[in-house]
């Protein structure tokens, strides 16, 4: 993005601001293949330039209700309270306050960047976190799982999971882990950090019994940021209302928010603090465009692009941080700069239209580079946007004097 300086009198300020956007149109901007946000689709992009509209109209409230129960779609529920708030992702981890008193056990499965910061988010509200470390680019075990909760000599309130830690692109073992943590402890919230896999990866709310998937709008979900997106099962929701201290949190209290959802889905008004009305006709759009191409197709579809994209490494000699295809995402890959490359392949490839972005996790962040391929740029190949990022890596490790 070029800067914009700030002039003395605000009439430049606006011209300058203008003659900036005026370069960042749908045709002429940068293709967005940073895992989030991702590229929106042309009328994702129309719904968000809708005229002023009031949050209890009555063609908005239908529109709101209809997001709530696509939502609970894609995640394969049939009767889990999806809560759809203005925010960001992280957002989704505050809302844990709602299950979490003071003292309580939780276990955080850390796979990068993610894992370490839901767990400070979750010491926040008072829980005793053990975190389960791996070597990066691995993923948690079950048997790491197992030998977590012997360790702890009490009842573990939760679990959580990032399901693609962004940071490394390593998946996590949902299904395996949710399996034996149900069967183990039954009591136990099983709680996913899907906010990069929900509509990208394989992930079956009801048949897996899980017991809140967050998630957000700017990565698979296809639409700009700025709603924290959650669903909650109906135990967790019962662990909420039956919680025996006050929810030490003013805006994400669900007692709050409950009947809010209620009352949009029974296509109510109703009114705690003002929704995202653009950001949510925005959001009915892409989740009408995904429930349209089907939800296993969708999986499919990000399968097959990820080994199209690992392909395209292997040839490349580049080796992804993720150890194996097990433990691959399938909507965003982390890969080693290979000798002699560093982040100017970054700033490189910017320079030929395609972003992509640096590393995350610490210490190694200096030594690799991410790449989204989820959402628009996997479900509509006409765009070739796969092929772009790839003949745009190709071309930029060449200029920068690697030789495959
Ligand atoms: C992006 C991301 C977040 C944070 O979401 P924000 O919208 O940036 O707040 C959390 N967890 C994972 C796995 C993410 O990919």
Redesign the pocket.
Known sequence: MTSVSIPSRPVDRLVQLKNHLSTMTQKQHKLCMI??PVEFHEDVLEAMSTPATSHVDPNFIPVFGEVIEMTRKVVLSQAAQPIILS???????DQMCNVIEEGDEVIVTNTGY?GD??GECLETYGAHVTAIRVPVGHRVTVEKVKEAFESIKKPVKMITM??????TGVLGDVKGIAAYVRQHSPETLIVI?????VASEELRFDEWDIDVV?S?T??ALGAP?GL?VVVASQRAIKVYENRKTPVRNYYSNWGKWLPIMAAYEARKPAYFATPAVQLIYAFHVSLSQILAYGIENRFAAHREASVQFRMALAHLGLKPVAVDETCAANGMTAVWYPEGVDAKLVAQMAGQGVQIAGGLLQPHAPNYFRIGHMGLSVCDPNRKHIKKVIDVLTASLSQLGYKA
């Open positions: 895992p989030g925010g960001s992702g992280t957002l989704g981890w993610f910061r839901f990032t399901h693609v830690d962004t940071s950090d899907a906010v990069c896999a967050i957000a700017q990565k940021p924290s």
